[in-house]
């Protein structure tokens, strides 16, 4: 079964910016579509970003244009390249992970099996 650990979480003041990892382990990286997903305190889990096998992207409208998916097959690594950051963007933020076969292209939380324990960003005005 995969796993999945977030790293690169932190504190950081407005405008700065983050760059998040998720270490993927124990299946083949390339069966799976991967995501970022973020929770605030009080607020429903939301999906952030995702990507496929093919490095194909969805982002959520809120980020859109100031944070990045990306990965590295040969690291197994997962990333989520954060700029622009404001006080909106503190969360714990997720790593998750479904069988492309299975995928529908969606940011849902129910479209994913596999979820990492989570890392905390937090933005300071």
């Known amino acids: 079964q995969v796993r999945l650990v977030e790293s690169g979480g932190g504190s950081v003041q407005a405008g700065g910016s983050l760059r998040l990892s998720c270490l993927v382990s124990g299946d083949t990286f390339s069966s799976y579509c991967l995501a970022w997903f973020r929770q605030a305190p009080g607020k429903e889990r939301e999906g952030v970003a995702a990507?496929?096998?093919?490095?194909?992207?969805k982002y959520a409208d809120s980020v859109k244009g100031r944070f990045a998916i990306s990965q590295d097959a040969v690291k197994n690594t997962l990333y989520l390249e954060m700029n622009s950051l404001n006080t909106d963007d503190t969360a714990m933020y997720y790593c998750?992970?479904?069988?492309?076969?299975?995928?529908?292209?969606?940011?849902?939380?129910?479209?994913?099996?596999?979820w990492g324990q989570g890392t905390q960003v937090t933005v300071s005005s």
């Open positions: 998750a992970a479904t069988y492309c076969r299975l995928w529908s292209y969606g940011l849902a939380p129910d479209e994913y099996n596999f």
């Open positions: 990507v496929d096998s093919d490095s194909r992207t």
